[in-house]
């Protein structure tokens, strides 16, 4: 997919916003006790985040795995990035796929502030690469 610059910084921007207003909605969930649905988001939030950067360098791809391994290789091994972002991404990733995927998956309020925290800090340091 070839993009002109004004509309790669559109799609960048409308990545951003996607992320910034799931953070809202996390807030919500978690408040509101959806844990398994707060969960779901706050990998979705990074994820936005992730696609963002993808499309700023040129890096279009609609798996997540090959998205993660791009972002690690890219920024994480070039020192970009603190390596704990990649720890955060993968543990949300994980967590995600546990809260989708697994009948019986069952996330404390603790655990899911707290990946909430992790998240935060994630866009915020994706952002600065952008």
Known sequence: MTLSEKDR??????????????IEDIKFFIENE?????????????FYMLSALAIKHQMITSKHTQLIGWFNKN????NKIDRKYAKY???A??????????????FSTNDVSDLFEKMQE???EINKLL
């Open 9 to 22: 910084q559109e799609l960048i921007e409308h990545y951003v916003e996607k992320a910034q207003n799931t």
């Open 34 to 46: 959806k844990l398994l649905v707060a969960i779901n988001r706050i990998y979705y939030g990074i």
């Open 75 to 78: 920024f994480v091994k070039e």
């Open 89 to 91: 991404i993968q543990e």
């Open 93 to 106: 990733f994980e967590k995600r796929m546990k809260s989708d995927y697994e009948v019986l998956a069952n």
């Open 122 to 124: 994630t866009v915020h």
